[in-house]
Nanobody, 119 residues
Framework: VQLQASGGGLVQAGGSLRLSCAAL????????MGWFRQAPGKEREFVSS????????YYADSVKGRFTISRDNTKNMVYLQMNSLKAEDTAVYYC?????????????WGQGTLVTVSS
């Protein structure tokens, strides 16, 4: 499985961005697709994930109500709609394909896309 993330950029606080992740290969074997992020000087952290089969979603508390994850099974795409962005959302965002049992350090990873939120 190869994952290609895109959609990052520079946005003002309060603005929106949509990240996309294209999955190449046998993505149907993954149980979860999701996003992690790593801010400068910090460890990578979970942002959101979605069950590839029936679409149940999961969010970190820090993004609940602002971010929405979705998928398009027909296109092997996963999206992260980010609204009301804050300076603390600045990070490199990584797409992830994961499997049971869920492992925050496991699965397949994309190359990352940089999101910069200016205050």
């Amino acid at each position: 499985v190869q994952l290609q993330a895109s959609g990052g950029g520079l946005v003002q606080a309060g603005g929106s961005l949509r990240l996309s992740c294209a999955a190449l290969g046998r993505i149907s074997s993954a149980d979860f697709m999701g996003w992690f992020r790593q801010a400068p000087g910090k460890e990578r952290e979970f942002v959101s994930s979605i069950r590839w089969d029936y679409g149940r979603t999961y969010y970190a508390d820090s993004v609940k109500g602002r971010f929405t994850i979705s998928r398009d099974n027909t296109k092997n795409m996963v999206y992260l709609q980010m609204n009301s962005l804050k300076a603390e959302d600045t990070a490199v965002y990584y797409c992830n394909a994961n499997f049971f049992p869920y492992n925050t350090n496991g699965g397949y990873w994309g190359q990352g896309t940089l999101v910069t939120v200016s205050s």
